[in-house]
């Protein structure tokens, strides 16, 4: 993978490490760190070798503490829209990704930073981690996809809170909300639990992973039927080489090896 300005990568046993690398300014995400996002999360869908990813930021005060201010202060009404656009297009591309993808969210996750953790498919936090949407003490509201998502994950009256008092919380509230699957002491600690998880997954079969992903976030498309995505696509897991091993490895008391075919 070809290096970038804003953002460290690091494949160790097919995960793709990702560190947001701002943090003098906090890992805040400006335009070009969107950009460099957008440009992995292509690759990481083209590469076989790349077989999870683990999203961070750098340094022990912030995971990000959301979009560049200095760049919104700077917005108009046309290129706005753009900018939520953008936004909303590039954290799509990570939720939708077939590859496991889980947030470490070490310390501040604002804003920006709170709607990119929300779109991977799993939060492990540090414990001093902070999140919130403080959008409103700007004078504007989440515009990548967090009223959306916000709301899903913790439901709409304590999303409502959040989002109009820009109130941050702590990762136990967090937890305790359904934001954040699992709290580690450390940044090592968190990421060797996310590690944990990503090694689990990645034994199981591949193509029902990625259909998984799929159903899950057909319940965030109001004109999908959730249920009809699920039964074709376990329908399609039917066609796979997997699924014959996987059934007849349980019936012949062994265990499977997946191809992700
Ligand atoms: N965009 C741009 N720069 C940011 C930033 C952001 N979202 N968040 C922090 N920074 C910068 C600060 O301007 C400061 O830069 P400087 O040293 O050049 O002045 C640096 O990061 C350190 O931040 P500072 O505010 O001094 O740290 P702190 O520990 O006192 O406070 C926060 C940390 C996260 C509480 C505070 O920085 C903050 O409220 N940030 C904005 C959060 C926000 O509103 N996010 C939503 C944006 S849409």
Redesign the pocket.
């Known amino acids: 993978m070809a290096d970038f300005k804003n953002i460290l990568t690091d494949v160790k046993n097919g995960v793709l490490h990702l560190t947001v690398n701002r943090e003098?300014?906090?890992n805040?995400l400006n335009f070009e760190t969107l950009d460099e996002l957008r440009a992995i999360f292509e690759e990481v869908s083209d590469t076989k070798e790349i077989k999870a990813v683990i999203i961070t930021g750098s340094g022990e005060?912030?995971f990000i503490?959301?979009?560049?201010?200095?760049e919104?202060a700077t917005l108009n009404e046309v290129n706005a829209r753009k900018f939520s656009e953008n936004g909303q297009e590039i954290f799509s591309m990570i939720e939708n990704c077939h590859k496991p993808v889980i947030a470490v969210t070490n310390g501040?996750t604002?804003?920006?930073g709170c709607e990119l953790a929300m779109a991977c498919h799993m939060r492990i936090a540090t414990a001093n981690a902070k999140f919130g949407q403080?959008?409103v003490?700007?004078g504007?509201i989440p515009g990548y996809g967090g009223t959306q998502r916000l709301t899903i994950l913790i439901g709409r009256g304590k999303a409502n809170e959040l989002m109009m008092t820009g109130d941050m919380i702590g990762a136990e509230e967090a937890k305790s909300l359904g934001l954040v699957n699992h709290i580690l002491p450390t940044k090592d600690e968190a990421l060797e639990k996310a590690e944990e998880i990503i090694a689990k997954i990645l034994s199981k079969a591949p193509l029902a992973i990625g259909m998984i992903i799929d159903c899950v976030n057909s319940a965030y498309v109001p004109d999908e039927n959730g249920f009809q995505t699920e039964a074709n696509s376990f329908a399609r897991c039917v066609k796979s080489g997997d699924y014959k091993e996987g059934t007849s490895a349980f019936l012949e008391k062994r265990q499977p090896h997946f191809k992700g075919e």
């Open positions: 003098d300014k906090m805040a005060k912030a503490a959301g979009a560049d201010i200095s919104i501040y604002l804003g920006g403080p959008e003490n700007l504007i």
